[in-house]
Structure formats: C-alpha cells, structure tokens
C-alpha cells in the first residue's frame, strides 16, 4: 500500500513538492479535492507513470518517490513493481477504451492492444480490397498481353520462317521452343542483315556440304613430361672413384661408357690392340657404378617417351569440306592450331637435348632451361560441330 508521495519534481503544477511532516498518510481509502488546476490529474498521472515504469511524455525530466507501507523508498524510472498500482483517468480512457458504432450495436473494446488491432485489421481490410481490384487488373492485362503474344507468334511462323523458307508444319509451338532456348542469351543469336543474308543464301542453296563429324583431338600432355625430365635432370649420381680425366671431360666419359660393354672379357683394348691394364675395368665399373647405369637407363627410356610424344600427329578436315562463309575462318584456327602444334615439337625437342646433355652430367645437377623449352604448351580437346561454326581447337599453355 502507498503511504505517501515522498517528492514530486518538474511535473507539471509540481515544481518541487516535497511531502509535508504534518501532512497525514494514505489510507486504504483516500479523497482528494481542489480547485481546477490544483493538480489533481497531474498526481494521478504520477500514480500512472509508476503503473507503467516509464515517464510522461509532457514531463521526460521530472522525478518522483513514492513510499510504501514496509518504508521503502522507490524512484520514477527506476521502480520495481512489488505491489500493483492501477490508474484510472483521461489517458487511461484514451488509451484503453474505444466504442466502435459503425455497426448497429456499439462494440466496447478494452485495452490498448486490442484497440492496436482492431485499427489494424481495418487497414489490412481496406489494403485486401485494393489488392484485389490490382488483381483483377493485373490479370486482364495478362491475358490481353498473352492473346498478342499468341497473335504474333502464329504471323511470325507463318510470315518469316514456314512460307519464305518452305518449312512444311512449321507452326507457333515449334517458333516458342526456339525461343525458349535462346531467349537467356538472346545477344548471341541476334544476326546482323548482312549476316542473315548470307546464311538465308547458303540455307537456300543447291550446294550442300556433307556434315562434318564432332572430332575430338586429344594430344598426351607434355606437363607430366616436362615434371619427369625435371627430376631427371636434378638427380646426381655418387662418385665412388674419382678419375679427373673423365670428370673433366664429359664426351670422353660418354665415350668410354659405351665402350665398356666390348671389354668385359677381352684381354686386349678392341680400339689400340694393347693388354688392357689390370684393374682398369675394375676402376671403370667404380666410377660408373649401378646408380650410374640405372640413370642412364632412366634417361634413355625418358627420351623414347618424348620422341613417340613428339610424333603425334593431328589430321583435319580439309577446307573444301566448309562452306564459303566458314572457309576463311575454318583457315585461319587452323593455322592457329598448327603454329601450335609446331611449338610444342619445338618444346619436345627441346626436353630431349636436354636429356642428352644429362648423359654427359651424370654426377651434377642439370638447370632446366626454360629458354630452350620456350613455352610449356599443353594441347587440350577441340571440336568442330556439325554446323562448322566452333573453333578447332583449344590449346592451353601452362
């Protein structure tokens, strides 16, 4: 229960009220009277600011206590609501209670919320009528938009594609399913008048080309080759004998391991005649040990992969079999297609000298030469269509 409104400041009549010591306290049941103005509505409004845990809109700055029967003083703004206080004056009134007379008995609704939606049902109502009358609009353009629609496509069938090009059957459903196809790229189907010309002309010659079949031309790529020959030529052998004139001279060292095979039992040197010294061979399978033989080996098999890489080869069509308006364009990714195949010969090539020079570089690293590689070219799959309007090939370089 409220004993007394300890302090009012800044609320209206109430500038700074405090409560008077001889002033009695708030009993179970309470009268308060006064002039017009004396504020009387202006201390339920406290009353209602404490109700609703919020400050007055008119009165943002004023504060206000009140005590309950324990003692405790509580603070506007700050009150927590351990016993129950209800108002009920004009804002009360204003904000809970509405009388709806639109029908013939009058509605009492109560409570803020429900005065809420009650207002917005109405708007909801009022906005389902014009959406339906849009609807209603909305769908008599559509159909009017579709019989057009319907109407143009019949003369388009008939007009610009059945009688000029003597098409038998050819009717509004065929023409919408061309439309459909092309209709997100429609940019790319669009033909100048010169270009339509040209293919009207060719669609109503005599001269007609055989179909030229979808070709795949599929090449082994060289990258795994390059990556083979790259560990091949950082690998090194161990020299477990040292022999300076053979180190030192990388064409001789090639020259006296070919000829080791033709001495393994022979006493005499097949090149001089002379005995061969004793423990030569012996020095000689030393230095070029396993390892070494098995590089070799390893080179040798690497280079017959590059040669047979090397020898692919790529057969085209020729141009006769394209019509006039493809040829020049038939000619000219051809060209393309064999300029590239000539640098990737060019780059094999290359790859093989290199493996070469490894067998003369056994017991040290070769740098790869992007150099002499030129480009890493890498051949991927092409294909020329039926209607001979792609590009051969497609080459990727890597």
Partial sequence: MIRAVTTIKTFGVFEDFRWPSDLPEFKQFNLLYGWNYSGKTTL??????????????????????IRDATG????????????????????FVRDNLSFDTAKANAVLLLGAEDIAKQRELDSLRSELASLRDRLREHRADRDAAQAELDRQLMKCARDNIKNPLGIPNFDKTKLEQLVKQVHNNLADHVLSDEQYETKLTLFQSTDKKSTVPVKVLSLVSVEKLRERVLS?????VAMKRELPHLAGN???????????????????CHFCGSSIPPGLLKQLSEYFSAEYDSLMASIEELQREVDGVAAQTVRLDDVAAFYPNLAERYTAARERLENQIDRRRAFLDSLRKQLETKKTQAFS???????????RPRIGDGRVGPDHSREIVHCVFV
């Fill in 232 to 236: 091949v030529l950082s690998k090194t």
């Fill in 250 to 268: 990388p064409a001789l060292e090639r020259w006296v391991d070919n000829g080791r095979s033709f001495h393994q039992d022979a006493e005499n």
């Fill in 72 to 91: 405790t003083v509580h603070d506007l703004g700050s009150f927590a609501p351990s016993m129950p206080i209800r108002v009920f004056n004009s804002d």
């Fill in 365 to 375: 690293i070769v740098a790869f030469s992007v150099h002499a590689a030129l480009r």
């Fill in 44 to 65: 339920s409004r406290v009353f209602r600011c404490f109700e609703m845990n919020q400050l007055h809109q008119d009165f943002t700055s004023a504060q206000a206590q």
